[in-house]
């Protein structure tokens, strides 16, 4: 699923650019770049669940029901660690804004996990 493939590089991306800014002692650059990246992932999450159900009222088989669980565990495992990383800056004094998106990033890969969970083989 190339949307996952996307997602994760925004995500990646936007970790990296918010490392740097915090290294630069840019707080609002940081704000900015992790509440963007929370809404964006929020998003990028509401079409994948689309895309599962779109997949599942397919029928499809099992190499395709196998390359879209491998895509949606490969973003969950990415949202989990970008969610992480935003709560120790968290942890370290970060705003209510950073808190509130680890919270966001959070949810997201709980959303992830059940849209896997629907994706495994039956029985």
Known sequence: MALTELTNKIALDTAMEAARADSHGKLPVVVEQVCRLAVTA???????????????????????????????????????????????????????????????????????EDVQARLQPCG
Do not use: H, K, Y
Not at 69 to 76: F, H, R, Y
Not at 91 to 102: K, N, V
């Open 42 to 112: 929020g998003v990028a999450t509401g079409e994948v669940t689309w895309l599962v159900s779109e997949l599942e009222a397919a029928g499809p088989d099992d190499a395709q029901r196998d390359e879209a669980a491998v895509a949606v565990s490969n973003m969950q495992s990415c949202m989990a660690s970008v969610a992480f990383a935003v709560e120790e800056f968290a942890l370290r004094g970060g705003p209510a804004q950073i808190s509130s998106s680890t919270a966001a990033l959070r949810r997201v890969g709980a959303q992830l």
